[in-house]
């Protein structure tokens, strides 16, 4: 039930399975743990297999739902458009989104390719709209809380990042060719998928990428043809096997704009590493380490601290001074995942409710899509590929 008095912001959202069940959680807990003016109600839920769309809308606590997404765009009684299908749709959808009127929030990557995403982001700025994409590891009290660290010079100037995002499930020669490894549909491998997270961290705390030189590969060449997915796992339907057309691997170095260093690893192909998004960031006055697998945790290093005594110590941010978690539980009584999705979705109600769009926007979008497809390009061309120069030679052309 809305609060009283309270504006609603009617959601209408494209797709359903794993990260559209992360989304709907979000919608709901919103209004039970912060108070914000604006409150989302799960409006809408849209998928092409009504029998899976319209028991998902029950589950989760849609009013209605619809199998066609032109239509739910069309709707009066939608305001927001969350696309969370595979990334082959997202520009398609949020151009229409965006030319109707509606606030479009977008999982990431932006789209396939930085031209896509450029004309997704003229889209929503032409027609006034509110946008934000979904990079919500930003949205873990303790990425917050680094970067207050930064910021406030507590670590003085950034020398190096070093970010890893490494996972191993399509390890398994069998494994079936998913979504996820079909190039038509998600433009790349663990690059678009993991990598861009990385990039996108990177960029939130250390500053702009100047320029990438990068390597990414393939290992397993073919794969059984897929009959059904769901997540992050898949049904092989025959013998039949296919090609695999997108990166397993991609690993770069970096320079940024402010002289920091970087390195970058993203892998499907880690044994052992379910969900290793992790990274260490070293300045002139001090280092923090971060790993999302313990995400409740920065350990933190200060040169000042008295000899003896230096090292790394663990922070615990759950108390009320770490940012978001005042709203949930008393200090040490941890939060997770979801809660990621939850924060982010705090700032895009207050974005809509005062008229701005809250960072990660598609501006950020534009930005991270730059730095994949200059690494892209530079594992192509084995050399150094500016940033500039891909952002320029992208073009922009209007819908």
Known sequence: MVGVNKKQVRIGMIGYKFMGKAHSH?????????????????????GRNEEGVKEAAEKMGWLSYETDWRKLIERADIDLIDIVTPNNAHTEIAIAAAEAGKHVYCEKPLAMTLEQSKRMLEAVEKNGVIHM????????????????????????????????????????????????????????????????????????????????SGIMETFIKQRPIVESSS?????????KMGDVNVDDASVFIARFENGAIGTFEATRFAGGNRNGNRF????????????????????????????GLQGFRTINCTEEIH???????????IIGYEHTFINLMVELMDGIDKGYSPSPNFVDGVKNQAVLEAVEQSSRRKQWVSIETIMQSASSTSV
């Open 323 to 333: 940012p978001y978690a005042g709203a949930y539980w008393p200090t040490a009584h």
């Open 26 to 46: 979000a919608y709901r807990d919103v209004p039970f743990y912060f108070d914000n003016k604006v409150e989302p109600v799960l409006q809408a839920l849209c």
């Open 280 to 307: 260490e960031i070293n300045g002139e006055k001090g280092s923090i380490r971060w790993d999302g697998e313990n995400m409740n945790n920065l350990q933190v290093y200060f040169h000042d601290d008295e000899p």
């Open 133 to 212: 994409i979904n990079y919500n590891y930003r949205f873990a009290p303790a990425i917050q809380f680094a970067k207050k660290l930064i910021d406030t010079d507590r670590l003085g100037k950034i020398y190096h990042i070093r970010a890893t995002y490494l996972q191993d499930w399509i390890m398994d020669p069998k494994f079936p060719l998913v979504w996820r490894l079909d190039k038509e549909v998600c433009g790349s491998g663990s690059h678009g998928d993991l990598a861009a997270h990385s990039i996108d961290l990177a960029r939130f705390l250390v500053g702009e990428f100047k320029e990438v």
């Open 231 to 239: 997540g992050l796992s898949g049904k092989a339907s025959s013998d």
